[in-house]
Nanobody, 125 residues
Framework: QVQLVESGGGLVQAGDSLTLSCAASGRTFSDLGLAWFRRVLGKELEFVGFIRRTFATHLNDRVKDRLTISRDNAKNMVYLQMYSLKPEDTAVYYC???????????????????WGQGTQVTVSS
């Protein structure tokens, strides 16, 4: 079992930067692949980014120029740094985890058994 707790969401203005954090517990953190997804109200869950146990990253092409995903294995934390935020970035952001066996469907929510409760990010214009 893996427990995930996101934090760092809030209300920001367009153009601001924001860093979301996700704290993991319950399993050897360094074995995990960790992803961020988001859900805009009324829309499907959208893949944002993924970081492998090797620290390799995969980002959604639509937003890759405005975000960085990183991890700190010593702290059991994964981060999503977002820059130049836009109102369309308003969403609930979720952290997800799965044992990283090299799976390639990291962009699919179905790849993950473990999810956090989400943190709301609201970007005002």
């Amino acid at each position: 079992q893996v427990q995930l707790v996101e934090s760092g969401g809030g209300l920001v203005q367009a153009g601001d930067s924001l860093t979301l954090s996700c704290a993991a517990s319950g399993r050897t953190f360094s074995d995990l692949g960790l992803a961020w997804f988001r859900r805009v109200l009324g829309k499907e869950l959208e893949f944002v980014g993924f970081i492998r146990r090797t620290f390799a990253t995969h980002l959604n092409d639509r937003v890759k120029d405005r975000l960085t995903i990183s991890r700190d294995n010593a702290k059991n934390m994964v981060y999503l740094q977002m820059y130049s935020l836009k109102p369309e970035d308003t969403a609930v952001y979720y952290c997800a985890a799965e044992r990283d066996t090299g799976f390639t469907n990291y962009f699919s929510a179905r790849a993950y058994d473990y999810w956090g409760q989400g943190t709301q990010v609201t970007v005002s214009s």
